[in-house]
């Protein structure tokens, strides 16, 4: 491999799905970008993180495809799984939402951590569209690259994947209908989990539920909810 070859640390089924995408220039340039950002600043998650949905859901395993927007941005709280914080970290708001609306749908306990690598383990592929973020700044590494990377993961999937369940929260995600097969695979939309539109029906929406009934239909195993 030439010094210019990227090398993503990145799970083996997906370096194969997305390989042409390592090597457009966008990704080069996402590179390059975010070795200056780190010479100057703290950036979230962890580089051995970054990639943690991806390693923690290999390609063929995905089931759901939960979408968020920007990792955290608060120290210790990224960890490469949209919505997802590791135990020792308080739950942040959007993600009490949504442990509430699961004990309102299934009658799981509210947990007291905020860890989902369980529902990753499971194939619920937890994807931030940004999947970096500068400490303290949100939004701070949108639109250097990253969109791009992760709407053809989305794109792989709507295109090499049957029945897959897509649960879009909010103005953003439900963007990305777009890009996936409605023919294919199934969308449930809500309005996003956090404080300021919670009320507005992602309350009451049952996803959690509705996504079971479908994996069940298909002949699939159910996600298990609780944590």
Not at 75 to 98: E, M, R, T, W, Y
Not at 106 to 129: D, M, R, S, T, Y
Not at 136 to 161: C, M, P, V, Y
Request: aromatic fraction near 12%; include cysteine.
């Amino acid at each position: 491999m030439g010094e210019n070859t990227i090398n993503p640390q990145i799970e083996e089924s997906w370096k194969n799905i997305l390989r042409d995408e390592f090597k457009k220039p966008y990704f080069s340039n996402l590179k390059s970008f975010l070795v200056e950002e780190k010479k100057q600043y703290r950036i979230f998650p962890p580089g051995g993180l970054i990639f943690n949905a991806y390693n923690s859901t290999p390609f063929e395993k995905v089931k759901v495809v939960l979408l968020g927007q920007d990792p955290y941005h608060g120290p210790g709280q990224a960890h490469g799984l949209c919505f997802s914080v590791p135990k020792d970290i308080p739950q942040p708001p959007s993600l009490v939402n949504i442990f509430k609306e699961i004990n309102a749908d299934l009658g799981f306990p509210i947990p007291n951590h905020g860890n989902l690598e369980k529902w990753a383990k499971q194939g619920v592929l937890l994807l931030n569209a940004t999947l970096t973020v500068r400490a303290h700044q949100a939004g701070s590494h949108q639109k250097k690259g990253w969109e791009q990377f992760t709407d053809a993961t989305i794109q792989a999937l709507s295109n090499h994947r049957n029945g897959l369940v897509f649960l879009l929260w909010g103005a953003y995600a439900q963007a990305k209908d777009q890009i996936i097969d409605r023919s294919k695979h199934y969308i449930l939309k809500a309005p996003h989990p956090s404080p300021l539109s919670v009320h507005k029906g992602f309350f009451g929406c049952k996803h959690f539920s509705k996504t079971n009934e479908i994996l069940k239909d298909m002949g699939l195993s159910e996600i298990n909810w609780s944590i």
